[in-house]
């Protein structure tokens, strides 16, 4: 079993949908993380959380520690949000543990 | 100034070779780390490097696999007699402070290929 499960694997969303990713880990957790990695391989930080809830832009992030859970919100989703998002767990011994990624695709 | 940069882009060698990979992170980040993405994988968490500490090495695949960091700036992750496993994507990222308790950014990476 991995430490970080991350659902779904792939989805597809019209433009201007609410899209929801969900992440769960089953080590104890200092941070986590949320990547964005486009076509072509760049990765970028979208959030790293402790507690609670964050907000950028169009995306929004929350952890709830006790569930040992994370969703990454996109609203308003555009096709240029097409790209696969990674979860990633820093647990208590100072080990990073990564989901295998949601692809996601959002069609104009 | 620039982000996190990475060379080469690209290497390919031969199944026996060594390599010398490059990072250099972000001026004055202090934490550096490299991953690793094999084809169809997901990111795998190799060494990471905090101020002039000693780096956590716990994921490190093998002992053919070494990193250093100079003077807490440019770091080099060589492989020792590739094999065929080690093609992957190596990623290299800096953040200012503190293992995972701070936003990383992500060099483009270098894509080895072994023959």
């Known amino acids: 079993k991995n430490e970080v499960e991350q659902s779904p694997q792939n989805l597809t969303a019209q433009e201007g949908e609410f899209i929801t990713i969900n992440c769960s880990y089953s080590?104890?957790?200092?941070?986590l993380h949320w990547l964005q990695q486009h076509p072509g391989g760049g990765i970028v930080s979208l959030f790293m959380l402790s507690s609670g809830k964050k907000k950028h832009g169009r995306l929004i992030a929350t952890i709830n520690i006790q569930e040992k859970h994370s969703s990454l919100h996109i609203t308003a989703s555009h096709p240029r949000d097409s790209a696969v998002y990674i979860c990633?767990?820093?647990?208590?011994?100072?080990?990073?543990?990564f989901g295998t990624g949601t692809s996601l695709t959002v069609i104009p | 100034g620039a982000g996190v940069s990475q060379s080469p882009s690209n290497k390919v060698t031969e199944k026996g070779k060594d390599v010398e990979l490059r990072c250099d992170p972000i001026s004055g980040h202090t934490a550096l780390y490299w991953y690793r993405q094999s084809l169809g994988q997901g990111l795998e968490f190799l060494i990471y490097?905090?101020?002039?500490?000693?780096?956590?090495k716990s994921g490190l695949p093998s002992d053919r696999f070494s990193a250093e960091r100079t003077g807490g700036s440019v770091s080099t992750l060589t492989i020792q007699r590739t094999q065929q496993e080690d093609s992957a994507v190596y990623l290299c990222?800096?953040?200012?402070?503190?293992?995972?308790?701070?936003?990383?950014?992500f060099g483009p990476g270098t894509r080895l290929t072994v023959l």
């Open positions: 490097f905090q101020g002039n500490s000693a780096p956590d």
């Open positions: 080590v104890g957790i200092s941070a």
């Open positions: 990222a800096s953040s200012l402070a503190g293992q995972g308790a701070d936003t990383q950014y």
């Open positions: 990633a767990a820093l647990n208590t011994g100072n080990q990073f543990y």
